[in-house]
């Protein structure tokens, strides 16, 4: 089946610091949807993405639609405790309709 | 308030037994899915159906059934045939994007 390579699968970073992650795939893409998911919850919608090149923010989440619509990246600044949790991307294929592709996650740990 | 509503929060299964979670959602979308979540993965699809009366297969379909008799309910039946039950239930629903998703129901055997 059709896959998504989210990458890395885990940060141990320190707060203030800066945060990178991305999900690539040789298939092509119409959506891309960035989500974080806390422990026992549902994932929650942090930036939704529709169209090539397009650079959205939300606060200090910064979030790209490849050019290549293959891939997409997050970017999340500054970073603070409630930063931790698992962050999925998800993409619908260019021939799809309502399914999407998931990425395996990237949990993202704060050190002391 | 707007949103999805999974029940129970937890649930358990014995052996042979069918169970049903129930997903609800006042968001007035037509399109409503299911996905299963096991621990260090991401979502996988079960079902999804885009109007009432109306439903199909997603990737991982197998031992599981749905109905969708009216527009805000799309309950899961986990039936006695999923042998590996245990794991993550996610209720998700759409006005085409992006999906929003419901609290989740863990399931475990006993």
């Known amino acids: 089946g059709q896959q998504l390579n989210q990458s890395p699968q885990s940060m141990f970073i320190q707060e203030g610091e800066d945060v990178s992650m991305n999900c690539t795939s040789s298939?092509?893409?119409?959506?891309w949807l960035w989500y974080k998911q806390d422990p026992g919850e549902g994932p929650v919608l942090l930036i939704a993405?529709?169209?090539a090149g397009e650079l959205t923010s939300n606060g200090r989440l910064t979030a790209q639609f490849g050019i290549t619509r293959k891939d997409s990246f997050l970017n999340i600044s500054a970073s603070i405790p409630s930063d931790v949790g698992i962050y999925f991307c998800?993409?619908?294929?260019?021939?799809?309709?309502?399914?999407?592709?998931w990425g395996a996650g990237t949990k993202l740990i704060i050190k002391p | 308030d707007g949103g999805i509503t999974q029940s129970p929060k937890y649930l358990f299964r014995k052996e042979g037994q069918n169970v049903t979670l129930s997903c609800e959602q006042n968001?007035?979308?037509?399109?409503m899915y299911w996905y299963r979540q096991d621990p260090g993965q991401g979502l996988r699809l079960i079902y999804y159906?885009?109007?009432?009366?109306?439903?199909q297969k997603g990737d991982i379909a197998e031992g599981y059934s749905v109905s969708r008799e009216k527009k805000e309910s799309f309950p899961l039946t986990v039936t006695s045939a999923q042998k590996n039950p245990t794991a993550f239930y996610l209720c998700?629903?759409?006005?085409?994007?992006?999906?929003?998703f419901g609290d989740g129901t863990r399931l475990s055997i006993l």
């Open positions: 998700a629903s759409s006005s085409y994007w992006p999906q929003h």
């Open positions: 159906s885009q109007i009432v009366n109306d439903f």
């Open positions: 298939s092509i893409f119409n959506t």
């Open positions: 968001l007035n979308h037509d399109a």
């Open positions: 993405l529709y169209k």
């Open positions: 998800a993409g619908q294929l260019e021939d799809s309709n309502y399914q999407l592709i």
